[in-house]
């Protein structure tokens, strides 16, 4: 529910105890002519608006030398994911898996 418009300047907080936010309005002592959006009094849970979700998963393409596509590897919390080039399908191992191949069967890096 949106609170009334406040006659007065900018509060920085809602006109009324149960109203959450107001509308934005005109700062009447803002001369760059900004609009002041009232936020919720101590205690008082705001009216939440639309967001993205973080992101779950890094996707990475992997391409040869000539710039051709080899396919792609999903990283997520819970494993990598392998998907050949032009497949729908994806295999995946657990992080323990990976982590115990890579160390019996990868080539120490640098950074």
Known sequence: MFAERATSGCTGRAPGAAEAHALPERDEGNKKGTTCVALPRKGERAVSVN???SR?????????S?????GKIRVKPSGVLWAPRGSHTWFGVDLKTFGDFMEKN??????
């Open 51 to 53: 967001s993205f979700a």
């Open 56 to 64: 779950k998963f890094e996707d990475f393409q992997i391409l040869d």
């Open 66 to 70: 000539n710039g051709a596509s080899v």
């Open 106 to 111: 990868g080539k120490k890096q640098r950074k």
